[in-house]
């Protein structure tokens, strides 16, 4: 699956004008491709992902996952695409501070129907994947930062989304373990040829990513990633 942005432009209001978060911004992520968007607070890397996982309409320009059009998606359209091949991840793992490790993973499969049997299996199976297969019982309390995002991860999955979009997994770790979560969503990405976004203000976790595109003032802003001809390629712009 390909995520593809084309133009795409986001506005929010800002007393009488309007806020300028997402500018003339074009990507296209691959299946099985890690990339990591970085760039300063404020420079609409939230925005890219809220646009990307049809959370938002932008204001103009198209977003497009796998053949869909999202934007041409009324609101159950989008509720639907979300739930079926869309994962999300964010800065805190949000878990449920009364369930277990696995039982975050079954409401996931509940909401979205299915039988528990082959939903407990695949949990099971996620968890492993992560690395927390001897973790299974445990709840939020008795799991490392490290450990819940990891929780986070195998929640996302289960669903198997086409795109996998983490906005700031590793801000509450510490390097360590932080690498190893950026490592394991790395590997996930490829193994399940899912279309990863990975936002991070943290450079020094790029180098584990296929590709690094930078935001400033809501342009992807990359010399790789903007053509010759656009003008935020161009110098001082
Ligand atoms: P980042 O994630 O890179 O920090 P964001 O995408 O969150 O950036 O924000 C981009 C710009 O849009 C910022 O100027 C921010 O203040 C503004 N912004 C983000 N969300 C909203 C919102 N819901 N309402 C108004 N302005 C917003
Ligand atoms: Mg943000």
Redesign the pocket.
Known sequence: MTLTLTDVRLT???GDRR?I?LDAVDLRIAAGELVAVT??????????LAVAGALTNPESGTVRIEDIDVTSLDQQGRDRLRRERIGFVFQQANLLASLTALDQLLLVAHLSGGSRRSAEARARALLDRVGLGGKAHKRPHQLSGGERQRVGFARALMGSPALLLVDEPTSALDHDRGAVVVRLLRDITHEQQVATVL?THDLQYLHLADRTVA?RD?RVCSPAEVSPHSPAAVPGR
């Open positions: 929010y209001p800002d806020l978060a760039g300063p607070s404020g420079s609409g890397k939230s925005s890219l936002v935001m809501g």
